[in-house]
């Protein structure tokens, strides 16, 4: 193909995967945030899709908590998502891609912002209609491990008038909501945003996950 050509197929894939990890870099760099549209391909949305909803199918979602450990509660009045971790050794078919393109947007990061990021957490996240989860942060009070969020939406043809915006709170009482339509990926400094899930008329996708740092004093 020549450089000229308009990339499409994997090739034309790859490019706006690419061109998405740039437009997170520079966001996270000029904003501590960035919303992106098309981090993967339809099709692998598509495909995330269908194998969020065969475990579902399954039984092995789990209700989400709050806090962990002895402080973990089951909150439904918080958060009334139920969720199920992935495990990359034991990827889906479908799931390797993103895990690929996860980790090129790790190295990206850390070769721009000398984060240090070094391992990558997560869990699809399923809302029935109604259900949010009130305004938090990402990180545990005893655990500063976790230092980017992202979510990356798996839902088919949202619209406004669906809800289900991830409100991220910025200063001064600014915010900036964000439609979980498939393909779309939120990341934000886990540290400094506080945000929210408002509540949806339908079912809502998302697989959240976190960028972690070595905890210190936990070198090994
Ligand atoms: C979370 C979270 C946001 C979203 O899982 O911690 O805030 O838009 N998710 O699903
Ligand atoms: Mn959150």
């Keep these: ?24 870099v520079a966001g996270l760099d000029r904003a501590g945030f960035a919303v992106v549209g ?22 092995l979602y789990t209700p989400a908590g709050v ?19 992935l495990d990359e050794a034991h990827a889906a078919g479908a799931e390797r891609p ?15 912002l000398y984060l240090g990021l070094f391992e990558f957490e997560g869990h699809y996240a399923l809302y029935p209609p109604g259900a949010g989860y009130a ?42 909501d964000v439609l979980p339509a498939g393909g779309t990926l939120a990341c934000f400094l886990a540290e400094r945003f506080e945000h929210e899930v408002l509540p949806a008329t339908r079912e809502r996708l998302a697989l959240s996950g976190w960028f972690r740092r070595r905890p210190i ?3 090994k």
Excluded: Q
């Design 1 to 24: 193909m020549s450089d000229a050509a308009p990339a499409v197929g994997a090739e034309g894939d790859r490019a706006r995967t690419a061109a998405a990890i740039a437009d997170i």
């Design 38 to 59: 098309d981090f993967v391909p339809n099709t692998a949305v598509a495909a995330l899709r269908a194998e969020a909803s065969r475990r579902d199918a399954a039984d």
């Design 67 to 85: 806090g962990r450990g002895a402080a973990r509660a089951e909150r439904a009045d918080i958060r009334g998502d139920r969720i199920f971790w």
């Design 98 to 112: 993103l895990f690929a393109a996860l980790d090129a947007l790790r190295l990206a990061v850390n070769a721009a």
């Design 135 to 176: 305004r938090h942060r990402d990180r545990f009070r005893d655990d500063d491990a976790r230092v980017v969020s992202c979510v990356l939406y798996l839902n088919d043809g949202w619209r406004v008038a669906d809800g289900g915006a991830l409100r991220l709170h910025l200063d001064r009482g600014a915010y900036r």
């Design 217 to 219: 004093g936990k070198e």
